[in-house]
């Protein structure tokens, strides 16, 4: 960004110019990058001489030694405009919390920045007026107190009391253009209601010093380019690029330094604000002081603004020019690639926030919460309608990351990419958020399940033998009674000087005595893989110990908590996992098959040298195992 502010004094004749003295450059502590900077002084004959004051701010002092019809003072500044967060800085640990007190030899650096503001004569300090305003519209945190195991309580971080103070001037004050001269007192700013940025910042810096913060007065430009995009949640910002003197208070924060407020905007100072004269008082900060004999005069002002590069963002990405450039580029790397054979897969997970509340958990740590839940599913559907028509939603459970409670919810969509359907009837699919109803009993909806395993293993071609119900484990229940610390004693609970627990027949005895109680299946179990000797499905009879299937315990679906390790003894034979690249031919026709009895019989293969699904470990929240799954059928809890 390149700004140019021009001042120019044309004269009805030639006239005596006193000594002036410049505070337009950037401050050595401007946060914004100043990759250069000019300035240029007519009539040529003059004599410049940069210093920094007292406050370390530079000036130019300039002398004219012979009369001039015109003083022109030109000022160049090429800035990189890079967002800037306002709050990133350190704080001290004894300044985090509002209040505090500066240590004594930094109270005595800042005293002329601690030094209240008079309202009326020297030394009378604040109105009253402004301070039954700071009564009335300041936070007033309690004290700060630390225990005996070094936590601290009370007090308001000041962060937060920043925002609030800068905030309440913000609302008070409304904003004008003034003309006149010098800057209003904060008595008469509040009185009307009304300043210019000048005025609001010096109302600001009294109310940071009558609230024991060192505070200062600044002078700079402030330089606002127009966004790339309407806002989605709040007003524009301006029309076209732009910049103007302006001026705004800085706060002295231990660790941070100085932070700036601006009280027109109540926002805090960012990359837009260029500081070039800090100092305890705004006599000190005037951008260009100085003096001329008596003489009719014309001034001229300008001060503008342009973009000199722009990297392409998301807002505002290439030109068609360049994007063809990049395709053209892509292009002659695909055919570098396709001449050597050289193959590549692509994977990752895009991350979407919401434009709205981004603060609430549900956009910062939980794995769940009702908008995040309504924007997946509306993000679902309309990608679903754009390529997988005919496809399916699947909802399920995904990433579960440590330190949260539950697993993430995952939604699927799986669809083909010839366009012929998998799923035709949409209608018959559910949505796990819908309000049901659910009116079945459980015996009724595990009723329900068993009829849908068995129905989708006969068009496997798997026998009702070897569909299996799966039971959430007694044993577990019993384990959990028993740590219980109060109320009954379990009946069923198992002495550990039991002389059966010494043998494995004893114990496969308590076993099968719990066995036999199960209750209500929690869902059906189907068996199957792809046929390693030919194509289709098959299936394996599970040599289960115990009667019944029993699931790990846990919370999460069926699918994920079967008891693998105890279909066999030994490890699935190991497989070869096919190319992604493999040429794997056409898939077979989407059309309905003619029904069960039509289907092929799936062979039964031996449990120990089949590819069957099993896993030597599992744990409660799931178990994991290789590509081919058994199937399951559950009911709805």
């Given at each position: ?143 700060v107190t630390v225990d005996a195991d070094g936590e601290k309580s009370g007090g308001m971080r000041i962060v937060d009391f920043l925002v609030a103070v800068n905030q309440a001037v913000q609302r008070d004050v409304a904003y004008t253009v003034r003309l006149e001269p010098g800057v209003q007192s904060p008595d008469e700013t509040l009185t009307k209601a009304l300043g210019s940025c000048r005025d609001s910042a010096w109302l600001l810096v009294s109310v940071l010093r009558e609230l024991g913060l060192a505070a200062r007065f600044v002078s700079g430009y402030l330089v606002q380019l127009t966004s790339d995009i309407s806002s989605i949640d709040g007003p524009d910002g301006p029309a076209a690029d732009f910049t103007d003197l302006h001026a705004w208070a800085e706060v002295y924060v231990p660790g941070a330094g100085w932070i700036g407020l601006d ?375």
């Amino acid at each position: 960004m390149a700004l140019d502010h021009r001042t120019t004094y044309r004269f009805e004749r030639p006239v005596t110019i006193h000594p002036h003295t410049v505070r337009l450059r950037p401050a050595p502590h401007s946060r914004t990058p100043i990759e250069a900077y000019s300035l240029d002084i007519t009539p040529k004959n003059h004599f410049i001489n940069w210093q920094q004051d007292a406050f370390g701010n530079y000036l130019a002092r300039l002398v004219f030694p012979e009369p001039a019809s015109e003083l022109s003072i030109n000022v160049g500044v090429v800035a990189d405009m890079t967002v800037i967060n306002p709050f990133d800085f350190f704080v001290e640990d004894y300044a985090e919390h509002v209040p505090f007190s500066y240590p004594a030899d930094l109270r005595s650096d800042l005293e002329p920045y601690l030094r209240r503001v008079d309202d009326g004569a020297p030394g009378s300090g604040p109105s009253a007026q402004v301070l039954e305003w700071i009564d009335q519209h300041v936070p007033k945190p309690e004290p700060v107190t630390v225990d005996a195991d070094g936590e601290k309580s009370g007090g308001m971080r000041i962060v937060d009391f920043l925002v609030a103070v800068n905030q309440a001037v913000q609302r008070d004050v409304a904003y004008t253009v003034r003309l006149e001269p010098g800057v209003q007192s904060p008595d008469e700013t509040l009185t009307k209601a009304l300043g210019s940025c000048r005025d609001s910042a010096w109302l600001l810096v009294s109310v940071l010093r009558e609230l024991g913060l060192a505070a200062r007065f600044v002078s700079g430009y402030l330089v606002q380019l127009t966004s790339d995009i309407s806002s989605i949640d709040g007003p524009d910002g301006p029309a076209a690029d732009f910049t103007d003197l302006h001026a705004w208070a800085e706060v002295y924060v231990p660790g941070a330094g100085w932070i700036g407020l601006d009280a027109t905007s109540g926002l805090f100072a960012g990359e837009g604000h260029i500081p070039l004269s800090c100092t305890p008082h705004p006599s000190a900060a005037a951008p260009i002081s100085g003096a001329t004999d008596f003489v009719g005069v014309d001034f001229e002002f300008s001060n503008t603004v342009r973009r000199v590069h722009e990297d392409p963002r998301v807002t505002k990405p290439y030109s068609d020019e360049q994007w063809e450039q990049v395709a053209a580029l892509g292009r002659h790397v695909d055919s570098i690639l396709s001449d050597r054979d050289v193959r590549l897969t692509m994977g990752g997970e895009p991350t979407f926030v919401s434009a709205f509340g981004t603060a609430t958990p549900q956009w910062e740590s939980a794995a769940d919460g009702p908008e995040k839940r309504e924007r997946a599913a509306e993000l679902a559907e309309l990608l679903r309608r754009r390529w997988a028509t005919g496809g399916i939603t699947h909802h399920g459970q995904g990433k579960w990351y440590p330190g949260e409670p539950l697993p993430r919810w995952q939604i699927g969509l799986t669809w083909r990419t010839d366009g012929e359907p998998l799923w035709r009837d949409p209608a018959l699919l559910d949505e796990p958020w819908s309000p049901g109803p659910y009116l079945d009993t459980p015996t009724e909806a595990a009723d329900k399940a068993r009829v849908l395993a068995h129905a989708i293993a006969a068009r496997l071609g798997i026998g009702d033998d070897l569909v299996l119900p799966g039971y959430e484990d007694p044993l577990d229940t019993v384990l959990a009674e028993a740590r219980q610390p109060r109320g009954d004693r379990p009946e069923d609970d198992v002495e550990p000087d039991d002389p059966a627990l010494a043998s494995e027949t004893g114990r496969a005895g308590i076993v099968d005595r719990h066995d036999a109680t199960v209750g209500t299946p929690a869902g059906w179990i189907i068996p199957v893989f792809p046929d390693p000797d030919g194509e289709g499905w098959a299936t394996a009879r599970w040599r289960m110990r115990r009667r019944h299937v029993f699931l790990t315990s846990g919370t999460s679906p069926m699918g994920l908590r079967l008891p693998l390790s105890s279909v066999a003894w030994g490890e699935a034979p190991a497989e070869t996992e096919r190319s992604t690249f493999e040429e794997r031919g056409d898939l077979p026709s989407g059309e309905p098959s003619g029904g069960a009895e039509s289907v092929r019989p799936a062979p039964v293969l031996p449990i120990d040298t089949s590819p069957a699904p099993r896993s030597s470990s599992s744990s409660a929240r799931g178990t994991s195992s290789r590509s081919s799954r058994p199937c399951s059928a559950s009911r709805m809890p």
